[in-house]
T-cell receptor
Framework: AQSVTQLDSQVPVFEEAPVELRCNYS??????LFWYVQYPNQGLQLLLK??????LVKGINGFEAEFNKSQTSFHLRKPSVHISDTAEYFC????????????FGQGTTLQVKP | SAVISQKPSRDICQRGTSLTIQCQVD?????MFWYRQQPGQSLTLIAT?????????ESGFVIDKFPISRPNLTFSTLTVSNMSPEDSSIYLC?????????????FGPGTRLLVL
């Protein structure tokens, strides 16, 4: 079955430290990859996406992610986090042939401490 | 991108009743989607609602429980019928503006539903 796994349910980190949120998906078929952020009591905001081309994609708020086809991963990184980055982060995948069907990972809570 | 609004933003309902959630988009879009986010959980696709055709439901979701309307290219409704406490969730609509090769969905703010 096609699935998305976020390996860490919670990631605590101090302000200005780097962070990596991990995401792996199950299939080696062609994929479109997304990271969304959900701030408390809000909807989802698109952070970045990989559709094709360069495997390193940059998004909003200083985040970036790298697509690794051989490892079926799409990890999210930020070199220096801020308190305002505290939120829930969701990795999502559209698998080839399933237009529009986003499959979400379980989410990772990023807790930035002062 | 697209600007999406949902009504109501939140509601508290009694079991056995039904609630209709509205989703409005600021531009015409072909593809609209409804998701459920149960407390502390991730998002699960309920159905795809394309204008001019019947909604397509995912496994585990049925039309009798979650009827959907899509009367035009900017509006959709999701009804949660005969509610039970297990239906307490955030319900989100999303749209794919249909830009070629973009495959990107944008989400509304969600409707927070509590069933007592």
């Amino acid at each position: 079955a096609q699935s998305v796994t976020q390996l860490d349910s919670q990631v605590p980190v101090f302000e200005e430290a780097p962070v990596e949120l991990r995401c792996n998906y199950s299939s080696s078929v062609s994929v479109y990859l997304f990271w969304y952020v959900q701030y408390p009591n809000q909807g989802l905001q698109l952070l970045l996406k990989y559709l094709s081309g360069s495997t390193l994609v940059k998004g909003i708020n200083g985040f970036e992610a790298e697509f690794n086809k051989s490892q079926t991963s799409f990890h999210l990184r930020k070199p220096s986090v801020h308190i305002s980055d505290t939120a829930e982060y969701f990795c999502a995948v559209i698998f080839s042939g399933n237009t529009g069907k986003l499959i979400f990972g379980q989410g990772t809570t990023l807790q930035v401490k002062p | 991108s697209a600007v999406i609004s949902q009504k109501p933003s939140r509601d508290i309902c009694q079991r056995g009743t039904s609630l209709t959630i509205q989703c409005q988009v600021d531009s015409q879009v072909t593809m609209m989607f409804w998701y459920r986010q149960q407390p502390g959980q991730s998002l699960t696709l309920i159905a795809t609602a394309n204008q001019g055709s019947e909604a397509t439901y995912e496994s585990g979701f049925v039309i009798d429980k979650f009827p959907i309307s899509r009367p035009n290219l900017t509006f959709s409704t999701l009804t949660v019928s005969n509610m039970s406490p297990e239906d307490s969730s955030i319900y989100l609509c999303s749209v794919d503006p249909g830009d070629p090769n973009q495959e990107t969905q944008y989400f509304g703010p969600g409707t927070r539903l509590l069933v007592l």
